[in-house]
């Protein structure tokens, strides 16, 4: 019975990794990258290169330039004030023809930068993170994918006895299988508790999506029965336009930032929302800094917009606080260079491990599937190469084409660019499919040179269409864009020597497969 139930985890692992492996590499490697995507923004968008000012920057003055550049009072308007990490003012402003208008305000002079010309990191590879596809609903997908993920960790812990030992074992000398199953195995056992951790919390943090039903049922006469429901468990007021006209102007923010701050408890002020500013029943959220703390305790405060007064404070019920929590261990909103360092690292474990079980299932199965004409191996080869090599490919095409057409080189690009990059990147991986079944295991090491050109030729771009060099961003402590530049040639570096150490291994085995003798020859002598 305790056999049986081991080989029937053992199944389970096997074919739920085969079949969703492809996808649950794209969420671990999309979250990995998401972990730095404020990082990332800063490379892809030079115009945010900018110094941390000096002094506080006035939310007030904020509007007031916001306002002035839109042309008149907007629907709503959303900025972010300026980090350490991230200096420029990211603007989201909402006029009244249906418009929206993305800007950066360079937080010393409050004059605005270029506009948003990239799709970036926080717009487009951090939603595929938890989203898979550009669809509403692609959330659904992925917290099936998930709950399979949370499946093939609890069997892959029933079916490993000797997980202490597996930690200590590596064999890089032996045969791909053996040494692609060790490595599969020390990154599985190294980072389970995190994998664990992310796995469960992802799933969790969701759970309004799964139980809308439920949710329309509690909220019946609601227009949208899940933001009843969180201004219910946040204690916030819904905002209601009226429809008249505040003849004042609107309420100083900076005094609202004043009383928010002492109901924070000393924490800064993150982000300012403005709902119908020109209404009187307008309102104002702000939300608090979550760079100290891991929870995404980051409830609004609520302000109106005509008067001033207080509408709501932050509630701590023991549902929010328990979903807050498992959110921010999630997302790591928190400013810990040493703590994001290790997620980091945690994911791209997990890449690594997903990676290696496939090389390991192909592997053990490649001469007799190839013996009796079974076409399983190709098929699972070229969904691996796609969702593996081909993933990061497009990944790499998305950060050449961001630095490839920069502002000013092309007159139309200023629009199009976002579009370009991320047609660009499908195009890629798209291709990388087609390319993997054509190639079959040549794909891996034609995609690793591949990978490590465009690695390279996104920093060298950056160079030339910014003139920040790696040496020039770290002497002037620009972290980020120096970090950018540096992972892209470590990842470089690691593709060049696959993509050599691949080639000698298949050198090898074409030398002994000429070297062996024929089996009728074998069998004459």
Avoid at 17 to 37: A, E, N
Avoid at 156 to 185: A, E, M, Q, Y
Wanted: hydrophobic content about 50%; glycine content about 6%.
């Amino acid at each position: 019975m305790h056999t049986d139930f081991r080989k029937s985890m053992a199944w389970l692992h096997t074919w739920a990794g085969v079949i969703l492996g492809s996808i649950m590499f794209v969420m671990f490697f999309m979250g990995t990258l998401s972990v730095f995507k404020h990082e990332i923004d800063r490379w892809m968008l030079p115009q945010t290169r900018l110094a941390a000012p000096a002094t506080p920057v006035s939310a007030d003055a904020i509007y007031d330039v916001v306002k002035e550049r839109v042309g008149a009072e907007p629907k709503a308007v959303r900025f972010t004030m300026p980090t350490r990490d991230f200096p420029a003012i990211t603007v989201y402003a909402f006029p009244k023809d249906g418009r929206r208008v993305d800007l950066f305000l360079d937080p010393a002079t409050l004059e605005f930068t270029t506009p948003m010309d990239s799709a970036s990191a926080r717009f487009f590879l951090y939603p595929m993170h938890y989203r898979l596809t550009p669809m509403p609903y692609g959330r659904w997908f992925s917290a099936a994918v998930a709950m399979f993920m949370l499946t093939m960790m609890i069997s892959g812990i029933v079916i490993h006895r000797k997980i202490f030992v597996d930690f200590f074992t590596f064999r890089p000398g032996k045969k791909l299988p053996r040494s692609s199953l060790d490595l599969h195995n020390i990154t599985s056992v190294l980072a389970m508790p995190f994998h664990l951790l992310i796995t469960i919390t992802g799933v969790l943090i969701l759970f309004g999506l799964y139980f809308t039903p439920s949710l329309k049922a509690v909220y019946p006469d609601a227009e949208d029965p899940r933001r009843a429901f969180y201004h219910a468990l946040e204690g916030t007021v819904p905002v209601v336009q009226q429809n008249a006209t505040n003849p004042n102007r609107i309420a100083s923010i900076d005094a609202m930032a004043r009383e928010a701050h002492a109901v924070w408890g000393g924490a800064e002020l993150a982000d300012v929302y403005i709902e119908y500013p020109d209404d009187q029943g307008g309102v104002v959220w702000l939300y608090k800094s979550l760079a100290d703390q891991v929870s995404a305790q980051n409830t609004a405060i609520q302000f109106s917009s005509a008067t001033g007064a207080m509408l709501s404070s932050p509630t701590s019920t023991a549902a929010l606080t328990a979903q807050q929590w498992l959110a921010g261990t999630h997302m790591i909103f928190f400013d810990h260079w040493l703590l994001r360092w290790l997620y980091f690292f945690a994911g791209a474990a997990g890449c690594v491990m997903i990676a290696t079980g496939f090389i390991y299932w192909m592997e053990t199965r490649r001469k007799t599937y190839a013996r009796n004409k079974w076409p399983g191996v190709r098929i699972v080869e070229g969904f691996a190469v796609w969702g593996v090599m081909g993933l990061m490919t497009a990944t790499a095409a998305f950060f050449f084409v961001n630095r490839a057409f920069e502002p000013g080189l092309w007159k139309w690009n200023g629009v199009l660019k976002p579009y370009l990059e991320i047609a660009v990147f499908y195009l890629t991986w798209l291709a990388a499919l087609f390319h993997g079944w054509a190639r079959g295991k040549a794909a891996w090491a034609d995609q690793s040179l591949l990978l490590g050109a465009l690695s390279v030729g996104a920093v060298v771009l950056n160079w030339t269409s910014t003139g920040d060099t790696l040496l020039a961003t770290a002497v002037r402590g620009d972290f980020a864009v120096a970090g950018m530049d540096a992972v892209l040639l470590c990842a470089a570096m690691i593709c060049f020597a696959s993509f050599f150490k691949i080639r000698a291994v298949r050198l090898r085995e074409a030398g002994r497969l000429k070297a062996a003798p024929p089996a009728g020859a074998a069998a004459a002598e």
